[in-house]
């Protein structure tokens, strides 16, 4: 079998495997978000950044599909109706948009759960559902502020049949894809693991005084919270920095496959998104019974007491 045979065997099986992710994360992240808003016990703070995740999520999925699904298949527009549509729909940038959007939020989660679980009783330091209202717009406008570049950039390239960001000559490129690893990667990473090793060490290491069965019930629901979030924020990081990662090398010309590397980056991204909603599955007794609820009473949604994030 020849070269070109392997890779094009290659990119058949990535774009069945993104085509069966994109259909999960729809799926999946629409159960998240009718859950959420359908049920008045579950409308936290925490499940709505949830619902900001799973929105961002379904983003990535949807405008992901003209980018890696039909690429090469249809005649693509060309002059400057082809460079529209690359920046808007074709070229993957409202991808990265909602991609930006699933970090910042979880950044968002992680503090949110520091405020819980070391200040419970400050109210002041927790974030609020009217705090949202600000937190919320903030994800998408940076997200949408730091793409800018790549939206002004991206246009049709007729001999490549594809969409290419055309950066001028300089360092602009290398140290806008650097910048990706940086403040997409490493820097959100350091944020969460910080956070995050207070949170740890506040509800598993530290020894606490005897404390009554109401207030063993809310340290366990926010154990339980916590374990389920971090379990996202890991798989997030895995998922994520292999494509940040493969962007550097190919701006500094160190990937030498070129497009299956990045469009198996990709489908990790993709991956990342179908997976949190399984997450909460495994991690939230009460996410479970609110789906299976959903699933078959869709009409109404029963509103059990139980016990919510805290």
């Known amino acids: 079998m020849s070269l070109f045979t392997h890779k094009e065997a290659a990119e058949i099986s990535l774009r069945v ?33 949830l619902v900001n995740l799973a929105c961002a999520d379904m ?39 909602g991609g930006v959007v699933s970090v910042v939020s979880l950044i968002a989660v992680a503090v949110e759960r520091y405020f819980a679980v070391l200040y419970p009783h400050d109210e002041k330091k927790r974030i609020t559902k009217a705090k949202l209202k600000f937190i919320i717009p ?18 049709y390239n007729e001999d490549l049949d594809f969409c290419l960001e055309d950066w001028p000559s300089g360092w602009y490129l290398n140290a806008y894809s650097l910048g990706w690893l940086i403040v997409v990667g490493i820097l959100p990473l350091s944020v969460m693991t910080l956070l995050y090793s207070r949170v740890v060490f506040k509800l598993w290491i530290t020894k606490s005084q005897p404390v009554e069965q109401s207030q063993r019930a809310v340290i366990k629901s926010r154990k339980r919270v916590t374990k389920m979030v971090l379990t996202v924020t890991v798989v997030c990081a895995v998922c994520w920095l292999p494509n940040l990662i493969a962007y ?16 198996t980056t990709v489908v990790l991204v993709t991956l990342n998104s179908a997976v949190n909603p399984i997450v909460y599955c495994f991690q939230s007794r009460q996410f ?22 805290a």
């Open 248 to 263: 550097v090398l190919d701006f500094y010309g160190l990937n030498s496959q070129g497009d299956i590397v990045h469009t």
């Open 288 to 309: 479970r019974r609110c789906v299976k609820v959903l699933l078959l009473s869709p009409c109404s949604m029963r509103r059990t007491a139980t016990v919510g994030p």
């Open 17 to 49: 495997a993104f085509s069966f992710l994109v259909l999960i994360t729809l799926v999946g992240n629409s159960l998240v978000c009718l859950v959420v808003l359908r049920n008045r016990l579950m409308r936290s703070a925490m499940n709505y950044l």
């Open 138 to 155: 903030a994800c998408w406008l940076f997200s949408i502020f730091w793409n800018i570049p790549v939206y002004v950039l991206v246009k």
């Open 59 to 97: 983003v990535v999925a949807i405008f992901g599909i003209p980018r890696y699904i039909p690429i090469h298949t249809y005649e693509h527009p060309m002059g400057h109706t082809g460079d529209y549509l690359c920046k808007f729909l074709t070229g993957g940038n409202l991808v990265w948009t």
